[in-house]
């Protein structure tokens, strides 16, 4: 058979998934992608997109569902370019992300025999996120729409009621924010023109504390304006802590302010992970999965083999979260983060758990590390957690010349933490083991904890 054309008409077996959640089926080696397919499904497809070494194509009808196969719940699906799996049984999502780990490693890494431990799936597989991000826009004659972005169409937003992912005060919390807003007939921002006023709303929620925490993202400092509505969310749901304004003049459409105002309540909500309690402002990063995020610290600590002796680096710390609670079985933490609003929330919240035994340092790895080491720092422990990009060259260099004992990469991209234990892994260090870990059932993202060690 000839290589499919734009247009065909095709009978698939889907027999993959790929890293973003698309189903991946074959015609004589030649890949198709295919939304909204399973492993398992046979389905009659439309080729819309055909390129020299892979396709994709549209699902026309399901012939055969995949046994793996579930209904979504959520009225959404397929339309919000949130949750892609949902389709997807939790079983079948837990062995295609740990499948996705083994690949990256082995084939993007070249990495030799080590130990894939199982994944540590999550015990929510719903309702489980303390942190949602909407973007606000013109609706109908009474209401502005507050949602989440159509898949693939970042112009098109969805007027969201209730969002699984998030809690029943999360969902109370939106519905709330949209009926003040247009009962007070608040502008939404405009794009095109710049005129208008409210941008984006971020909604927290400590899942051990209860407390709430609403931020506004608005075009001017409008507090008088907001003010009514910040009472107003507060009265209906008596959680609400805190409600922020922050303020977002430029045309970039991002959710963080260059300002911020305190509109009710306090700057910050609490949560409680580990035994320690968190202070969590309205910009700071915090794990997104509260339950599965004491699971993923539980495994980071084991793979440090503390015994209360040793200095242990935290890279890309955040806010402390990491090196707070490993400080308890260290003699000393430095903790290396770029961000210095989160430099302060480490600091404040270091303070509030009356922990004195760490250090943090403000800066970029590649040019903290090597002042560090001429400091004299020498660490026996290195913990790493950086973002979806992973490490930059001139830090994993810099990590490979201090030449910890132990490493352990806390890596959300399976993709790069790949590229980087592969680096490492030839600079003298040997892959023990990986444990991937579910932080976000329902979608396509990974969580994987490695540990390394140092050749002898």
Not at 95 to 112: H, M, N, P, S, Y
Not at 179 to 196: C, H, I, K, T
Not at 199 to 205: D, G, P, S, V
Request: charged share 25%; hydrophobic share 40%.
């Amino acid at each position: 058979m000839a290589k499919p054309r734009r247009g065909d008409t095709l009978d698939l077996t889907i027999d993959d998934l790929a890293f973003g959640g698309e189903g991946v089926g074959r015609v004589e080696g030649y890949v198709l992608f295919v939304r909204g397919a399973v492993p398992g499904d046979r389905v009659r497809v439309k080729v819309v997109e055909a390129r020299s070494r892979f396709g994709r194509a549209a699902i026309e009808s399901l012939e055969s569902p995949s046994p793996d196969r579930v209904e979504a719940p959520c009225p959404y699906f397929g339309r919000c370019g949130g949750c892609r799996l949902q389709h997807l049984s939790y079983p079948a999502q837990l062995a295609f992300k740990e499948k996705q780990v083994r690949d990256c490693l082995t084939r993007i890494g070249g990495l030799g025999p080590f130990e894939l431990r199982p994944i540590l799936g999550a015990p929510d597989i719903y309702g489980y996120r303390n942190k949602m991000e909407f973007t606000i826009v013109r609706g109908g004659v009474d209401k502005p729409a507050i949602g989440l972005h159509q898949a693939d169409r970042y112009d098109v937003v969805l007027d969201i009621e209730r969002c699984l992912l998030q809690s029943e005060t999360m969902n109370g919390l939106l519905d709330e924010l949209r009926v003040q807003a247009g009962a007070r007939r608040l502008p939404v921002y405009d794009q095109a023109s710049g005129d208008g006023l409210l941008r984006f709303a971020t909604l927290r929620e400590g899942r051990r504390t209860a407390e709430a925490m609403v931020n506004i993202v608005a075009a001017a400092p409008a507090v008088e304006a907001l003010t009514p509505v910040a009472e107003g969310l507060r009265t209906r749901v008596p959680s609400v802590a805190s409600v922020v304004l922050n303020v977002n003049a430029k045309k970039a459409s991002v959710a963080v302010g260059s300002e911020e105002h305190l509109l009710l309540g306090r700057d910050h909500i609490r949560e409680s992970l580990g035994g320690l309690t968190f202070q969590v402002s309205a910009n700071s990063f915090f794990q997104t999965n509260t339950v599965q995020a004491e699971r993923l610290f539980a495994v980071v600590e084991a793979a440090c083999e503390l015994e209360g002796h040793e200095t242990l680096l935290d890279l890309y710390s955040g806010t402390g979260a990491i090196s707070l609670l490993l400080a308890r079985r260290s003699r000393w933490v430095y903790g290396v983060e770029v961000s210095a609003a989160a430099i302060a929330d480490a600091v404040r919240n270091a303070r509030a758990n009356g922990i004195e035994n760490c250090t943090f340092l403000p800066g970029e790895v590649r040019y903290v590390l090597p002042t560090l080491m001429r400091d004299g720092v020498r660490p026996e422990v290195v913990v790493a957690d950086p973002p979806r990009a992973g490490f930059h060259p001139k830090a994993l260099h810099a990590l490979a010349t201090l030449g910890p004992a132990r490493l352990v990469y806390v890596s959300c991209n399976p993709a790069t933490l790949a590229r980087d234990v592969g680096d490492l892994v030839r600079q003298g260090y040997r892959l023990e083991w990986v444990e991937p870990v579910d932080m976000f059932p329902q979608t396509p993202h990974i969580e994987a904890v490695a540990r390394l060690r140092r050749a002898q």
